[in-house]
Every structure is written in structure tokens, then in C-alpha cells.
């Protein structure tokens, strides 16, 4: 089976559960420059627009995805910043605290999609009219996890509680005192569990190569995400247990960032298919820099070593790769170790620096050629 089987019409990622903050500080993309992007749900991929490349390749399996980016870009063209959030369900209300009818607002850019993206969200309005980024299959598995799973054992006020503001002390004595509890850990390791994630929120094939224990590592990583940084400036945090970003948008939606995106959205290309024949179509020696989500992740070694080598064939001498592992250890650099040179390996460190806690590892990697 594997992830070419998977079904390329349904919104499986309405957000990117990537910390974009660290990834723009790795990739270091530079204005002029070609950069290759996983598209997911294309929030990242709008990111990397704000330091002015030249180019940004979206490419994706799934048409849905690619239908959910063009969405998200004509967000930018055609509305303002204020009515994006609350047409994307970022918000519940605009600024002035209405609430128009969403499938109004999608009149104004269902004309400026293509025909295929218009057709999928035509067909699926539901997706508009509640906030498309809550529609996705994992965000309506986290959406059971807030709505169903976690009341049974923690109350709105204490969750509250958790995000408020606190200390390193006082957030690691809140969790051993009042959220670490047993039957927390009990309900946490059932829902997270691989299979029921496997089922409701990724896709099976997605853990193919999986040793660990998926409940365990989750346990741990979140547990150290909510003691070591501060939840409520947390916006991936703070959306799974409330269903608002809280205090802090991720990096596409700030409205620092509102402009530069909007701008360089002419620079942004999309493209369906698989990520070899894409390389495999680009001239040699033409991306600088590539964000590759956990692509290796869901690879045997011997595809890891045929992709590795294309990412190779299509990077200038010294592009950079950043990319992350969730369960699978994958370092391309052991498929090319000639031409892959790992610059960073954040590991042990990385649920205390990131502010997605979903990842074992951030890897960064240079191609080295001449």
C-alpha cells in the first residue's frame, strides 16, 4: 500500500503541525532564491514568502491539499487580515465582532481559484461554513480529543489554569500536582495511541516503519513542552485544548506577516504528484533550499536512498534540507553521506524548543558538491 495509496481528496492536514518559527530560522531562505516545500496544509509553505524568494514550489500527493493552499492564498489576495482569521476559523468573530455568513465571504474567491480547487470546496462547503482549518482529519481528531476525551478529566477552569502565565517552577508543580494525574496518563495513552491515531487521525500507512511507542513518546514530549515553555504562547497548545490559538498566531496568519505573504504570493508554485518525479523534472542545481515536512518518515531505506540522491541531483552546491522525524530514525545524510553533511541534529532538546511537540528530532542538512 504505502502513502501513493492514500485518498488524495480528502483534507487530511487543515494546519501545519510544524513550528514555523523554527523552521524559517534553519531553512534560511534568502531573497532570489529557489525553495522546494511540502505543501501539507500550505501554512508553512505561505511562510517561507516573507523573506522573498524568487520561487517556492508547493508540491503535494493530495489535490485536496493543494485545493486548501489556492484557498488559503485567495484569503490573502482578497480580503484583509481581519477578515482571514474569522474566514479561516482562526477567530470566531471579526474585529467588530460579527460574524458574516463564511460561505458570503467564499463568493468573493471561489471566481479567483482554479477550476479544480473550486470545484472541491464547492462540493464541500461544510468545511467553509465551520472554519476550514478545524476540518481537517487530524484537527477533528484533536477536536475529539478537546471536546470529548479531555473533559472527562479535566475541567475548562483547570485548563485555563494551565495557560496561564507561570514560572519554570510553578508550571512543573502544576503538572505534578494537578494535570499529570493518573487518570489523565490512562485516558492520554488510550486515544493517543497509534492505532486509534492510525484510524482517526493520520493514515496507517503513515506508521509503517514505527518501532516506539507512539502513546509513550507523546506522553513524554508533552509533558516536558508544558513544563519546559510557556503554554500560553503556545498557539499548536493552546488550539488542541481550547480550539483558539489564544494569545499567539502561527507565522502565516500574524499580521506582521500579512503583507510580505500577500505580496510574494505571485512567486508560489503548486504542484500535485510524488516528490521524486518532481526532482527528477528539475533542472540540476536548481533548489537552494528544501522543507521536506517528515517525508523520510514514511520511506523504506532503499526509496530513502533514491530521494536523498534526487534532492542531491536537484540542489545547488550548497543547498540546505530541513526536515523531522517523528517515531523513525531517518538522517539522509547516512543514504548520501558524500554529498549529505548534517549541519544540526536536534534531538533530545527539541520538545523544549520548539512549540510543536510531535517530532523526536529537527534535522538540517547541507548538500556538499562541487
Same mark, same amino acid.
Request: contains cysteine.
Given at each position: 500500500?504505502?502513502?501513493? $495509496? ?7 492536514? %487543515? ?27 500550505? #501554512?508553512?509553505?505561505? %511562510? ?7 520561487? /517556492? +514550489? ?21 480580503? %484583509?487580515? #481581519? ?5 479561516? &476559523? ?37 468545511? +467553509?461554513? *465551520? ?21 472527562? /478529566? ?20 502544576? @503538572? ?12 492520554? *495513552? ?7 491515531? &492510525? ?9 509503517? @516503519? ?11 514530549? $508533552? ?16 488550539? +488542541?485544548?481550547?480550539? #483558539? @490559538? ?26 500535485? &504528484? ?10 540540476? &542545481? ?22 536523498? *540522491? ?34 544540526? #541534529? ?25
Amino acid at each position: 500500500m504505502g502513502v501513493e $495509496s492514500i485518498n488524495k481528496n480528502m483534507i487530511r492536514y %487543515s494546519q501545519c503541525w510544524e513550528d514555523c518559527d523554527t523552521l524559517l530560522e534553519h531553512m534560511k531562505v534568502e531573497a532570489g532564491q529557489t525553495v522546494l516545500s511540502i505543501c501539507s496544509a500550505g #501554512d508553512n509553505t505561505l %511562510s517561507l514568502l516573507v523573506n522573498n524568494p524568487a520561487k /517556492v +514550489i508547493a508540491v503535494d500527493l493530495s489535490a485536496a491539499q493543494l485545493a486548501l493552499l489556492e484557498l488559503k492564498m485567495q484569503c490573502f489576495k482578497s480580503l %484583509s487580515h #481581519d477578515q482571514m482569521l474569522y474566514f479561516l &476559523g482562526a477567530r470566531p468573530t471579526q474585529a467588530d465582532g460579527s460574524a458574516p455568513d463564511r460561505l458570503a465571504l467564499y463568493g468573493l474567491l471561489r471566481m479567483e481559484l482554479s477550476a479544480l480547487a473550486r470545484q472541491y470546496f464547492d462540493q464541500n462547503t461544510q468545511l +467553509i461554513s *465551520k472554519g476550514v482549518i478545524d476540518q481537517g482529519k487530524m484537527e477533528r481528531y484533536f477536536r475529539i480529543f478537546r471536546k470529548h476525551i479531555l473533559p472527562l /478529566v479535566k475541567s475548562r477552569a483547570l485548563v485555563d489554569e494551565l495557560l496561564r502565565a507561570k514560572v519554570r517552577n510553578q508550571r512543573a508543580d502544576f @503538572y505534578r500536582r494537578k494535570w499529570g494525574t493518573l487518570q489523565y496518563i490512562i485516558l492520554f *495513552k488510550l486515544f493517543f495511541s497509534q492505532q486509534l491515531m &492510525g484510524l482517526l487521525g493520520r493514515e496507517k500507512c503513515f506508521f509503517d @516503519y514505527a518501532k516506539e511507542n507512539l502513546s509513550l513518546f507523546l506522553l513524554q514530549a $508533552s509533558k516536558t513542552a508544558l513544563i519546559e515553555q510557556e503554554p500560553a504562547h503556545n498557539p499548536y497548545l493552546c488550539w +488542541i485544548l481550547t480550539g #483558539d @490559538y489564544g494569545a499567539v498566531l502561527p507565522h502565516y496568519l500574524r499580521v506582521e506577516n500579512f503583507e510580505a505573504i500577500r505580496r510574494n504570493l505571485g512567486a508560489l508554485q503548486l504542484r500535485q &504528484g510524488n516528490l521524486n518525479d518532481l526532482l527528477g523534472e528539475m533542472p540540476e &542545481g536548481s533548489i537552494d533550499s528544501f522543507n521536506l515536512s517528515d517525508v523520510f518518515e514514511y520511506l523504506a531505506p532503499e526509496q530513502c536512498r533514491t530521494l536523498a *540522491k534526487l534532492i542531491v541531483r536537484a540542489s545547488t552546491p550548497d543547498g540546505r534540507m530541513v526536515y523531522w522525524n517523528m517515531l523513525v530514525d531517518r538522517k539522509a545524510a547516512a543514504f548520501d553521506p558524500q554529498h549529505l553533511q548534517i549541519e544540526e #541534529d536536534f534531538s533530545t532538546s527539541l520538545a523544549a524548543i520548539t512549540k510543536t511537540f510531535f517530532y523526536k528530532r529537527l534535522l538540517v542538512e547541507r548538500v556538499c558538491k562541487t
